[in-house]
C-alpha cells in the first residue's frame, strides 16, 4: 500500500474555489490510477475524478464535471482536485485513493489505498 495525504481542505461559500492535494508516499506512476473520492453526511462514498498514469486520461463523474478538474505531477507523486463553482451539495469529506489498476475505476472497492480524508464545507 502507498501512503497518501490530503491537504487543501476548508470552509468556502457558495460559488467559490478550493484545491485539494494529495501526495503520496512513493512513486504510484509506473502502475494504476490516482482518483479522488467524497462521502458527504448521510451518504455512501462516491466517485468524484482520477488520473490514469499509463494513459494520462481523465476521468469526472457528472456532478462535478464542468466545475472540477483532476490533474497529476508523476514526477511529484501529487494529485490535484480544482474545485469551482462549488455548491453546499460539494460538502463531503474528500479522499484520495490509489489502486494499481491499468483502467480508471469508479467504484471504491480496486483501491486500496486510502488518504485519511479533509473536509470540504460549502456554505449557501
Known amino acids: 500500500q502507498v501512503q497518501l495525504v490530503e491537504s487543501g481542505g476548508g470552509l468556502v461559500q457558495a460559488g467559490g474555489s478550493l484545491t485539494l492535494s494529495c501526495a503520496a508516499s512513493?512513486?504510484?506512476?509506473?502502475?494504476?490510477?490516482m482518483a479522488w473520492f467524497r462521502q458527504g453526511p448521510g451518504n455512501e462514498r462516491e466517485f468524484v475524478a482520477a488520473?490514469?498514469?499509463?494513459?494520462?486520461?481523465?476521468f469526472h463523474a457528472d456532478a462535478v464535471a464542468g466545475r472540477f478538474t483532476i490533474s497529476g505531477d508523476l514526477a511529484k507523486n501529487t494529485i490535484s482536485l480544482e474545485m469551482k463553482n462549488l455548491k453546499p451539495e460539494d460538502t463531503a469529506i474528500y479522499y484520495c485513493a490509489a489502486a494499481q489498476s491499468s483502467r480508471i475505476r469508479t467504484n471504491a472497492a480496486p483501491y486500496d489505498s486510502w488518504g485519511q480524508g479533509t473536509q470540504v464545507t460549502v456554505s449557501s
Open positions: 488520473v490514469n498514469w499509463n494513459t494520462g486520461s481523465r
Open positions: 512513493e512513486r504510484t506512476g509506473r502502475t494504476g490510477v
